[in-house]
């Protein structure tokens, strides 16, 4: 009688393999951890998903206020990319030897606007000698903390600036960060607020009724980096934040693109 030992033995190692196969883990997508100021959502928003489909990695964005992302960077969140609302905050890091070296880059610009209640509001003429404080009586003027998150900094330079700080100060409803600030303004909740340009241009229940000169605060500028232990995939990211489709997402919000640096040498 012939052996049935081979052919259970074959059964028995092509179903181990399957059971192998089975309990394998799934090869996974890239993952990045991105923090980035609360303004950019929009844009991250679209840029995260065109990475995704472009790449198959998945980019995880963490929003808030930037001196609060820092904070946390300082503390030791696990981010692999900072995008933050300014520079200050961003020197601070590669202060304290948090950034990998040589993977900054300064990525956009942006302007700041007094904003109103309602999409029918009427301008202002901002310059010294403005009545904010009679205009806004015994309401608020939303802004974010002028201490420490960017948008409020550049909105007390700017008010400094034109005279209007000292006494507009006492009126000042103060916000985590800018999306809250235009949160008030939208709900009706303050009737102006001092938002960046990007945040107004994407909120439909406010009105700009005056540009801040620019001249009237430092320049608004969003850097990028890459810090330090980031992996492959944040690498990636970086080199997309600065390609053609996140250049046509941060468009689209209202940022200025900054061109990057031509390489030394380059035609031109």
Same mark, same amino acid.
């Given at each position: 009688?012939?052996?049935?030992?081979?052919?259970?033995?074959?059964?028995?190692?092509?179903?181990?393999?399957?059971l @192998?196969? $089975? /309990?394998?883990? %799934?090869a996974? *997508? !890239?993952?990045?951890?991105?923090? #980035?100021?609360? +303004? =950019?959502?929009?844009?991250?928003?679209?840029?995260?998903?065109?990475?995704?489909?472009?790449?198959?990695?998945?980019?995880?964005?963490?929003?808030?206020?930037?001196?609060?992302?820092?904070?946390?960077?300082?503390?030791?969140?696990?981010?692999?990319?900072?995008?933050?609302?300014?520079?200050?905050?961003?020197?601070?890091?590669?202060?304290?030897?948090?950034?990998?070296?040589?993977?900054?880059?300064?990525?956009?610009?942006?302007?700041?606007?007094?904003?109103?209640?309602?999409?029918?509001?009427?301008?202002?003429?901002?310059?010294?000698?403005?009545?904010?404080?009679?205009?806004?009586?015994?309401?608020?003027? @939303?802004? $974010? /903390?002028?201490? %420490?998150?960017? *948008? !409020?900094?550049?909105?007390?330079? #700017?008010?400094? +600036? =034109?005279?209007?700080?000292?006494?507009?100060?006492?009126?000042?409803?103060?916000?985590?960060n800018?999306?809250?600030?235009?949160?008030?303004?939208?709900?009706?909740?303050?009737?102006?607020?001092?938002?960046?340009?990007?945040?107004?241009?994407?909120?439909?229940?406010?009105?700009v009724?005056?540009?801040?000169?620019?001249?009237?605060?430092?320049?608004?500028v969003?850097?990028?980096?890459?810090?330090?232990?980031?992996?492959?995939?944040?690498?990636?990211?970086?080199?997309?934040?600065?390609?053609?489709?996140?250049?046509?997402?941060?468009?689209?919000?209202?940022?200025?693109?900054?061109?990057?640096?031509?390489?030394?040498? $380059?035609?031109?």
């Open positions: 009688m012939p052996s049935l030992r081979p052919p259970f033995a074959a059964l028995a190692f092509g179903a181990g393999l399957a @192998a196969a $089975a /309990l394998a883990p %799934a996974r *997508a !890239g993952e990045v951890t991105v923090f #980035a100021a609360a +303004s =950019l959502k929009n844009a991250m928003d679209e840029i995260a998903a065109a990475f995704a489909e472009e790449t198959g990695d998945e980019a995880r964005i963490s929003l808030a206020g930037s001196s609060a992302l820092a904070r946390q960077i300082q503390q030791g969140a696990p981010a692999e990319v900072f995008v933050s609302a300014n520079s200050e905050w961003m020197d601070r890091l590669e202060a304290d030897g948090l950034l990998a070296a040589g993977a900054r880059v300064d990525l956009l610009r942006n302007a700041l606007v007094l904003v109103a209640h309602g999409p029918d509001a009427a301008p202002l003429a901002l310059a010294p000698g403005l009545d904010l404080a009679g205009i806004l009586g015994e309401d608020r003027l @939303a802004m $974010a /903390l002028v201490e %420490a998150v960017p *948008a !409020g900094i550049y909105g007390k330079a #700017a008010l400094e +600036s =034109l005279g209007l700080w000292e006494a507009v100060a006492p009126r000042v409803a103060q916000t985590d800018v999306r809250a600030a235009l949160a008030l303004v939208a709900a009706g909740e303050a009737p102006l607020g001092v938002v960046y340009a990007t945040d107004a241009a994407a909120e439909p229940d406010v009105s009724v005056a540009t801040f000169p620019e001249d009237s605060h430092p320049p608004i969003y850097p990028a980096a890459l810090l330090t232990g980031a992996g492959e995939t944040a690498a990636g990211f970086l080199a997309f934040l600065q390609g053609p489709r996140a250049r046509a997402a941060f468009e689209r919000q209202g940022f200025a693109v900054i061109p990057a640096p031509r390489a030394p040498g $380059a035609d031109g």
